[in-house]
């Protein structure tokens, strides 16, 4: 069974700081990975989609990279803004159209 | 163009009542995919539909639960027989074939009394 787990739970930064936001998996044989932001009381955004045979993926401030073979990814947010403050989610799909298995999260607030 | 829908935004329900919950995708796309989120449990698939294929239903938590799309299109949630571990963030998402980069609704809010 697929498990993805966050690092950090939560992290605050003071406005501007690059940041990296962690994500693990353990089961290698994933169709696709994604990035969502959560705002409180809100839906998902997608913010970035790594196919499986991708190594990275950039939107703007955001980069997210992707080490199938073991089993992470990462989000680099550069110059980071109080707007960036939300949950940020991880989300591996493992075949071809298949449900999306989520990580805890993790909790980042920008701080002006 | 437009996102997902799902209505209501909101449901309040006592234990026992069957709740209905809908979902409009994005037009054009073939999968549909219902999760729920709850404290303490993250965010966990529940139903994925694609096409004419059969539904993939090995997340729904019980047979109190239960789903159907007509027409390729518009999704209803039923949970019968609501329990007050139930009350939870319902949210639907859809894809394009192919890509399968899940766009999601802004969710359905279910709280049993």
């Known amino acids: 069974k697929q498990e993805v787990t966050q690092i950090p739970a939560a992290l605050s930064v003071p406005e501007g700081e690059n940041l990296v936001l962690n994500c693990s998996f353990t089961?290698?044989?994933?169709?696709?990975l994604q990035w969502f932001r959560q705002d409180p009381g809100k839906g998902l955004t997608s913010l970035l989609l790594i196919q499986s045979s991708q190594r990275e993926q950039t939107s703007g401030r955001l980069n997210a990279s992707l080490d199938k073979s073991s089993g992470r990814s990462t989000l680099y947010i550069a110059a980071s803004q109080p707007g960036d403050s939300a949950t940020y989610l991880c989300?591996?799909?493992?075949?071809?159209?298949?449900?999306?298995?989520f990580g805890e999260g993790t909790q980042l607030t920008v701080n002006p | 163009g437009a996102g997902v829908s799902q209505s209501p935004s909101n449901k309040v329900t006592e234990k026992g009542k069957d709740v209905e919950l809908r979902c409009d995708p994005i037009s054009g796309h073939t999968a549909l995919y219902w999760y729920r989120q709850s404290l303490g449990q993250g965010l966990e698939f529940l139903i994925y539909f694609q096409g004419n294929s059969a539904p993939d239903k090995s997340g729904l938590p019980s047979d109190r639960f239960s789903a159907e799309r007509t027409g390729g299109s518009v999704s209803t949630l039923t949970i019968q027989r609501t329990q007050q571990e139930d009350s939870a963030v319902y949210l639907c998402a859809s894809s394009l074939v192919g890509v399968y980069e899940q766009y999601f609704g802004p969710g359905t809010r279910l709280t049993v009394t």
């Open positions: 089961d290698s044989a994933i169709y696709n």
């Open positions: 989300a591996v799909g493992e075949t071809s159209g298949s449900r999306l298995t």
